[in-house]
């Protein structure tokens, strides 16, 4: 009785962390960061991109903590090492990520700040 008890807590075990691992590592659009692609957008769409960036982020950080939390039991040595996979995709997702908000604020600094600016000016005198 033990022991079938002791494995339907293994193949649950197992099945949580293969449903996890699926929804961390699902395709995303992150690859070689184009920033050609940002000067076709206007500052409003610029400041919209840089937002859902920055709440991806967030979401993707929190989640990378709520697994690190993750109490794997001693008899499921391959647990750990899933939730170092896990973690490890969430941290490059985090990185590529960063590296967009980078080209996208690199836009703006160019594009919007420098029309402000002289808004401001103008607005001033």
Do not use: F
Not at 25 to 40: F, M
Not at 77 to 86: D, E, L
Not at 102 to 121: E, F, L, M, Y
């Amino acid at each position: 009785m033990k022991a079938i008890i002791l494995a339907s807590a293994r193949a649950v075990l197992v099945l949580a962390l293969a449903a996890t691992a699926g929804c961390a590592s699902r395709p995303t659009s992150l690859g070689p960061v184009d920033p050609l692609k940002y000067d076709a957008m206007t500052c409003a769409e610029l400041d919209v991109v840089m937002g859902t960036t920055a709440s991806s982020i967030s979401r993707t950080a929190i989640s990378r903590g709520t697994v690190g939390q993750w109490n794997v039991p001693a008899w499921a040595p391959v647990g750990n090492r899933a939730v170092g996979a896990i973690q490890d995709r969430q941290t490059a997702k985090i990185d590529g990520l960063r590296q967009e908000q980078a080209a996208i604020d690199a836009t703006r600094k160019r594009k919007c700040r420098s029309h402000t600016d002289g808004k401001a000016t103008a607005a001033g005198s």
